[in-house]
């Protein structure tokens, strides 16, 4: 297994608990969890890179546990336990200076460390938390948020209060309070901003930096609820996915849709672009994983996976052989039996042009010879 797993450069997270991995260039796709012993307990739902070389994925499942994956052997190499089914699915993982850092649905935000089975850390990040982001730059330093429960950025050595918490919106021209449903966020580089999606598909930038808590730049695309985001290499624009599978590419800077990315049956539930290159990797619903170009907005390639999607993770080196060409559409190993299979046609039941002919010629012969003797019939009457 190792062999396959150091051809992957794409690994996804389903539904049935498989994690998966891709290699866009060998058109191949590979379930690495053993199918006979799968449970919706296992079903995954967060994954990260456990180390800067990307030797390891750490995948969160439903059931509270965090499963490390090596890259290098192809097996899972440890399994802790961080937290109960009880206290909601996973939102978030990441690794931190101090940790392992988890966040769950119910705003439980705390740190692992190999040594105890205890959390070092635990933090209330409020209830109904739907994402929880860490910053690459800074990472001591997490964003939190829900429905109805607003941003909040932690620093995970203080503690005790978040660093910057958001303010919700003025209330509307007739006095109702603003909803918030913060959907998923994802810290600019080299800056102290944050860009941020909403159930209320809203694209929202907050500087905290500044004494203003509500946010600098507001922008809404389409009519229904983003589910997550993903920033282009050099951060002037970003990705944003929705529920009914539509992709879009807006500047930061403007605040205008600059595109959209085609082809998506179903909701996104998992989004990423490359840190260098100009592509992004979407998955979701419809078991599909494409990669699009954000050069052209072209379809490069598609992966037929089987299972719904919940999350994904891509390597940040080069998925192999130069993106191009023809769309492909990867195997896994079990299609070859299908394909192996002789293809049934069945016969057309409609007759030859030439058949027809012949059989109206005798249908107009018989009508003839009918004509014919009630002629005669009626003759020898009159007589």
Known sequence: MGEKSRLCRVWVGAETGILKGISPAKKQAFNFSETSSLSRDQEVRVLCWGDPAETEV???????????????????????????????????????????????????????????????????????????????????????????????????????????????????????????????????????????????????????????????????????????????????SVVVGNTHGSLAVLDLRKGLVRGCLKGLQGGVRGLQCHPTLPLVASCGLDRFLRIHSLETRALEHKVYLKSRLNCLLLSSGALGEEVGGDVEEVKEEEDELWQSMEKVEEKSKRKAPEEEEEEEAAVEVEVTQVTNSKRKKKKKGQK
């Open 58 to 236: 750490l995948v969160g499942s439903v059931n509270g546990t965090v499963r490390t994956f090596s890259t290098e052997k192809g097996v899972f190499t440890e399994t802790r336990q961080c937290g109960d089914a009880d206290q909601g699915f996973f939102t978030g993982l990441a690794v931190a200076d101090c940790g392992l850092v988890t966040c769950v649905e119910t705003g439980r935000l705390r740190v692992w460390r190999e040594e105890s089975s205890s959390p070092v850390v635990d933090i209330d990040a409020g209830k109904n938390v739907c994402r929880m982001r860490q910053n690459a730059a800074q990472k001591n330093r997490v964003a939190t948020g829900g429905k109805e429960n607003g941003l909040k950025i932690w620093d995970l050595e203080r503690p005790d209060t978040p660093v910057f918490t958001a303010k919700n919106l003025r209330d509307d021209w007739i006095g109702l309070k603003q909803p918030e449903w913060l959907r998923d966020a994802a810290f600019l580089p080299d800056s102290d901003k944050i860009v941020t999606c909403t159930g209320h598909h809203q694209v929202r930038v907050y500087d905290p930096s500044t004494p203003q808590r509500r946010p600098v730049l507001e922008v809404r695309y389409g009519e229904y609820p983003l589910t997550c985001l993903s920033l282009v290499a050099g951060a002037q």
